[in-house]
């Protein structure tokens, strides 16, 4: 499977940007789908998945409530809405997928990530 990520760049605190990832390859449906980030300095972490089981939304504490993961399964694409920035969400973020039902994603068990997207600087201004 490969993953090609866009979206991302500069925003002010407070504001919004929407993170796209789109899937190619086989057995797509098997996968759950997710971001995890990684800020200078810090190591990569998990941030949102969507499991491929039921569709089920996961969110890390500090995104819950203003980060939004969605899917259209038609294209193949995975969306991550971000409202309301702080200064903190500044990362690269990184689209990626497991077979672990989103285990592996939210808790950034990153061995366990079968598949990786590029990352896509978000850049948020106080």
Do not use: H
């Not at 491929?52 to 980060?67: A, E, M, P, Q």
């Not at 971000?82 to 061995?111: F, H, W």
């Amino acid at each position: 499977v490969q993953l090609q990520a866009s979206g991302g760049g500069m925003a002010q605190s407070g504001g919004s940007l929407r993170l796209s990832c789109e899937a190619s390859g086989s057995n797509l449906d098997y996968y759950s789908i997710g971001w995890l980030r990684q800020a200078p300095g810090k190591e990569r972490e998990g941030v949102s998945c969507i499991s491929s089981y039921d569709g089920k939304t996961y969110y890390d504490d500090s995104v819950k409530g203003r980060f939004t993961i969605s899917r259209n399964n038609v294209r193949n694409t995975t969306f991550l809405q971000m409202n309301s920035l702080k200064p903190e969400d500044t990362a690269v973020y990184y689209c990626a997928i497991d077979s672990t039902l989103c285990l592996a994603i939210i808790a950034g068990r990153l061995q366990e990530i079968n598949s990786w997207g590029q990352g896509t600087q978000v850049t948020v201004s106080s």
